[in-house]
């Protein structure tokens, strides 16, 4: 976010929580555009968060002596995988089973990712909000989904594979 390079997560309507400032200026004053800071691209991969950071004016000329600037940052918020493949236009089995501290995404009945929480911390995932599938604070899924299922525990493997390819 401009003027001093803060990441925030968007928690509910109106609030917010500062996750990170990543860049800094010790010239920065609130009327001098010139030394302000900014996150100009964020991307997702490996079940991690990049951010670049960057001046307002991006010239070359501009760099900072904290050498905060033109740099790319991660961080890993909670616990998540990703695929971070393209799955195509076919039909694709996408199953996520989470058991203990342990987090896996099936394609098409394979493993494609793994994530583990840190040790000591295990994710209290309850909230009062409603399950939503294909909508979140990014966008909407544009596509079908069909043959939507729950399970109440962790399926086995084998489960997986067999649900994946009937």
Not at 13 to 18: H, N, R, S
Not at 32 to 57: D, H, K, Y
Not at 69 to 82: N, T
Request: aromatic residues 8%; contains cysteine.
């Amino acid at each position: 976010m401009i003027p001093k390079a803060q990441v925030w997560r968007y928690e509910t309507d109106g609030a917010w929580t500062l996750m990170n400032s990543l860049a800094s200026r010790p010239d920065y004053s609130v009327d001098e555009t010139a030394s302000w800071c900014r996150v100009p691209t964020m991307a997702a991969f490996q079940n991690r968060l990049f951010a670049a950071t960057g001046s307002c004016i991006s010239r070359s000329i501009d760099v900072d002596p904290d050498e905060t600037l033109g740099r790319v940052y991660s961080s890993e918020l909670g616990q998540v995988v990703s695929h971070d493949h393209d799955i195509g236009g076919a039909w694709t089995h996408l199953a996520a089973v989470r058991q203990g501290k342990e987090l896996r995404l099936y394609v098409n009945g394979a493993c494609s990712a793994v994530s583990k929480s840190p040790a000591g911390h295990t994710f209290d995932l309850t909230n009062a909000q409603p399950l939503t599938i294909g909508s979140g604070a990014q966008g909407s899924f544009a596509g079908c989904i069909a043959d939507l299922r729950l399970y109440r525990g962790a399926l086995p493997v084998e489960r997986v594979k067999t649900t994946a390819h009937p």
